[in-house]
T-cell receptor, first 114, second 113 residues
Framework: DAGVTQSPTHLIKTRGQQVTLRCSPKSGHDTVSWYQQALGQGPQFIFQYYEEEERQRGNFPDRFSGHQFPNYSSELNVNALLLGDSALYLC?????????????FGQGTRLTVV | EDQVTQSPEALRLQEGESSSLNCSYTVSGLRGLFWYRQDPGKGPEFLFTLYSAGEEKEKERLKATLTKKESFLHITAPKPEDSATYLCAVQATSSGGSYIPTFGRGTSLIVHP
């Protein structure tokens, strides 16, 4: 059973560019959440998708947007990249966006903005 | 604002030397407290969920406990392969009805052979 898979694993972009990160959830999961983890910090919640809609959003600007497809996979888009966007971007999947459900994380995408 | 503080930031142990990691939280209405293990450059791996004060869960050399203000992750007779960063996260009703978890910064554990 494949767990959560993310692509690409590493990415280098130039300030001002746009980036798209991809995530396939664990088999049987229908909810995808995205997190940003800066070096030495805990993950920070960006947003969550369920039934192809953004259900919850953390304290991130509109430059961060996403999408969920009918097969539950998801994309994270970041526009007008800033140096401060350099981080490990994590995708987590779970069963429905409710409490008491454990989330399974992917390996992450390491984004470096130069 | 929900706050999660983990201590110590870093911990070095000798193999077999038991210890505890702390996660203190300031939230209104805890829904759940989660422990994760994270290896360098990897995504967090789920360990435990605790829901109410007094609850305890165990997995191999790890035991998680919960009080009304904090959680402990006890590591008994650790091995070098237990070396990792341990993250704590909470979900609370003070999040305005949402289920957004708040993570601590983690405790970096190194176990020397």
């Amino acid at each position: 059973d494949a767990g959560v898979t993310q692509s690409p694993t590493h990415l280098i972009k130039t300030r001002g560019q746009q980036v798209t990160l991809r995530c396939s959830p664990k088999s049987g999961h229908d909810t995808v959440s995205w997190y940003q983890q800066a070096l030495g910090q805990g993950p920070q919640f960006i947003f969550q998708y369920y039934e192809e809609e953004e259900r919850q959003r953390g304290n991130f600007p509109d430059r961060f947007s996403g999408h969920q497809f009918p097969n539950y996979s998801s994309e994270l888009n970041v526009n007008a990249l800033l140096l401060g966007d350099s981080a490990l971007y994590l995708c987590a999947s779970s069963l429905v966006p409710t409490e008491n459900t454990e989330a399974f994380f992917g390996q992450g995408t390491r984004l470096t903005v130069v | 604002e929900d706050q999660v503080t983990q201590s110590p930031e870093a911990l070095r142990l000798q193999e077999g030397e038991s210890s505890s990691l702390n996660c203190s939280y300031t939230v209104s209405g805890l829904r759940g407290l989660f422990w994760y293990r994270q290896d360098p450059g990897k995504g967090p791996e789920f360990l435990f969920t605790l829901y109410s004060a007094g609850e305890e869960k165990e997995k191999e050399r790890l035991k998680a406990t919960l009080t009304k203000k904090e959680s402990f992750l006890h590591i008994t007779a650790p091995k070098p392969e237990d070396s990792a960063t341990y993250l704590c996260a909470v979900q609370a009703t003070s999040s305005g009805g949402s289920y957004i978890p708040t993570f601590g910064r983690g405790t970096s554990l190194i176990v020397h052979p």
